[in-house]
């Protein structure tokens, strides 16, 4: 789990298709914000750190890992702003993990969805 955000950190596609199944799904979700959406597959994972890092900056860090099974809770805290809008936010957040023989199949991110789609709104007209 601390190589797989080692690589976010880092935005290094490579490490994390290695880290990861063909099949991985990472489900992030909400509707208003830049990175909502479900990541299919070793693309989906290399475009995501490149979405990333053109609609926002952001700093995260893992606080908590608790496994049990494949199952694997990682519990942490983001902050960072979205690009287009120049506004900030702050994110707790746990991602629920997947994994099988060794490898991420998939992640679930269960975040503060307001406060990133907040960060993105431009003005009283709308989301970005």
Known sequence: M???FTAIGRGDRQALSALA???IEWIIPGEEW???GTYRGHTGLADLPDTASRSMETSTEPREFV???DRVLAVGFASGKIKATNKPFED???FAITVRDGRLTRIQEHIDTLALARA???D?????
């Open 34 to 36: 830049p990175l909502a």
């Open 124 to 128: 009283a007209s709308g989301p970005v």
């Open 67 to 69: 496994a049990q099974g």
């Open 92 to 94: 707790d957040w746990i």
């Open 21 to 23: 199944t063909e099949d």
């Open 2 to 4: 601390k190589d797989f």
């Open 120 to 122: 993105a709104q431009r």
